[in-house]
Every structure is written in C-alpha cells, then in structure tokens.
C-alpha cells in the first residue's frame, strides 16, 4: 500500500511550509530513508525522506509553493499502485481554509490600521474647545451634516449649541 507524504506540524508555532525543491520526479524510484525533497520552516531547512521505498506516483507541490500543515505533498506508490484520487479534493479543501484565514488576518491587521490612522483632522482652537467640554471631536465630525475636511472652532460651537452645553 502506498503512502501519502504529508506536512506535518513538526512545532507547536508551524502553519505553514515551503517546498524548496525535489529531488526525485514522478515515475522515479525511491528507497526508504532516501531524500524525497527539501523542505523550508521559518526557522529551519531540512530533507524530508520516505519511510517506504516505491515509486513517485504523483508530486503535489510545486518548487518553492507554501503549503499548509496537513497538506499532502506526495504519493509515494507500491509497483503498479495509483494515487488515491480524494488527495487533490483534500489538498484543495485545506488551501481554502488557509486563504480564508489569511484573509480573515489581513482584515483584523487592516482595521487596526485604520484604526490608528483614522484621525480627525481639527485645527488648535477646535482642539482646544473640545478638551475644555470634554468631547471626541469623532462626535463633531459625525454630527455635521456636510463632509468637512478640517474641523474649525466654529464647528465644535455649533456642536455644543445644538448638544445644549454651550457655556460653563
């Protein structure tokens, strides 16, 4: 029976691989303890050999990709054997849960830049007068009606009036 190659979590913080390169081919023997590829972590480089000896039946993973733990890298088949065709479906299914949580990290990094970028412009005596009420001055930009670029005195004033805490 066949054996499946697959990237498996070697340390506690591993995600993810890269496949630096292959050293031997689809169709090409290999006996066991021999060197299949070369596999990169972000903190080490080493050779992934095989347990059983057989033939490359199919390569998963190109030169240099970045495949996530779990992933199946290979089939390492007995003589005549065939791949088992629910590896790409696996494979697959597991790229897709990967982008989808690189994209859900991209989001959570995304909004907490925007976050900190997100500041309203005011000039010095707006910025003033609202210490002096103790107001966000977020709260006069989403009060006024119209997109102002810079928040002026005027504005805040006008705030405090229509807030009805216009004078101490």
């Known amino acids: 029976m066949g054996q499946r190659i697959t990237i498996e979590k070697w340390a ?4 993810e691989v890269t496949v630096a390169g292959w ?3 689809e169709g090409e023997e290999i006996a066991a303890g021999e060197v299949l590829c070369e ?13 059983e000896g057989g033939v490359v039946a199919r390569i998963y993973a ?3 990709s970045v495949v996530p733990i779990g ?6 088949a007995s003589a005549g054997e065939q791949a088992d065709p629910d590896i790409e479906a696996h494979n697959e299914k597991l790229l897709a849960e990967r982008r989808q949580q690189a ?4 989001d959570d990094v995304l909004s907490a830049a925007s976050k900190k ?4 412009r005011a000039t010095p005596a707006a910025r003033r007068l609202a210490r002096q009420h103790e107001i966000d001055l977020q709260q006069v930009a989403d009060w006024l009606s119209e997109d102002a670029d ?5 504005h805040v004033q006008g705030y405090l009036s229509d807030k009805g805490s216009g004078n101490d």
């Open 103 to 106: 994209e859900l990290d991209l």
């Open 150 to 154: 810079v928040i002026t005195e005027e």
């Open 71 to 76: 992933y199946v890298i290979a089939f390492v």
């Open 117 to 120: 970028t997100s500041r309203v």
């Open 39 to 51: 596999i990169i972590t972000d903190k080490a480089t080493f050779e992934y050999t095989v347990e």
């Open 12 to 15: 506690e913080n591993l995600e």
């Open 23 to 25: 050293l031997k081919t």
């Open 62 to 64: 190109a030169e240099r």
